[in-house]
């Protein structure tokens, strides 16, 4: 699938966004855990959550974004990634984004070029993610090299290890306390629903945006125990 978003575009939107937002709306929560070699996190990044910054849809929302996915802590506290040391290596890079830059619209361009990248095949390529959104790499690079990019990864990995129910699968995506499940790519009807505003936003009104709810889509997955994407059933 071939995103309809860019960086250039995800950046005046989120500024945009932020411009046009009211701290007296009650948020709707969106949770995100995922980990960053997992083409369908990647996937959902690039081509679905961008959606959110449509300015009248971002103010509503409070983004959360946990990488971590279905890696595994050892008794050491150190700890293995589903698909290999470089998703290890990139979820702490990812976690050091959202530690350094936490306000949104500074840390999501970034991720998101980093998974645009990996959806390419280029995952190594994503320092070239710095020089594309003129940020200095020094405070990246020393975070995830130090032991401070470690401990972002536990903090990550116990958040990850409380969701109740606990996750099956990645993308896990969390709306007001409730998992979507196989509905992920759905996930704006539920933001929608979960609004409790008198306004609802344009965008909520849009036939693309509401639909009934699906019970059982299907919808391919990075479950826990396989190192392989399959297909939830």
């Not at 960086?7 to 411009?19: G, I, K, N, Q, V």
Request: net charge negative; proline share 7%; glycine share 4%.
């Amino acid at each position: 699938m071939v995103s309809s978003f860019s960086l250039p575009l995800l950046l005046c939107l989120s500024f945009s966004a932020l411009l046009s937002s009211s701290e007296s709306l009650e948020k709707v929560s969106l949770e995100l855990y995922y980990e960053s070699l997992c083409p369908f996190s990647a996937n959902f990044i690039v081509n679905y959550l961008p959606k959110i910054f449509s300015p009248d849809l971002i103010s509503l929302v409070h983004l959360k974004l946990v990488p971590w996915g279905n890696a595994k802590l050892r008794t050491n506290a150190t700890f293995d990634c589903q698909h290999g040391p470089y998703e290890c290596l990139l979820n702490t890079v990812e976690a050091c984004a959202i530690d350094t830059w936490p306000e949104l619209n500074n840390h999501f361009p970034f991720i998101y070029c980093i998974e645009d990248l990996a959806l390419q095949g280029r995952r190594t390529q994503w320092e070239s993610c710095f020089q594309k959104l003129h940020l200095d790499s020094k405070p990246i690079n020393q975070c995830y090299n130090s032991e401070h990019g470690k401990q972002l990864d536990l903090q990550f990995a116990a958040e990850t290890n409380a969701l109740d129910p606990p996750h099956k699968y990645v993308p896990w995506v969390v709306v007001d306390g409730e998992p979507l499940y196989e509905d992920y790519e759905n996930f704006l009807s539920y933001i929608c629903k979960a609004y409790k505003g008198t306004d609802l936003p344009q965008s909520c009104t849009q036939a693309t945006y509401i639909r009934e709810l699906k019970t059982k889509p299907k919808h391919s997955v990075c479950h826990k125990e396989s190192g392989m994407p399959t297909w939830e059933k």
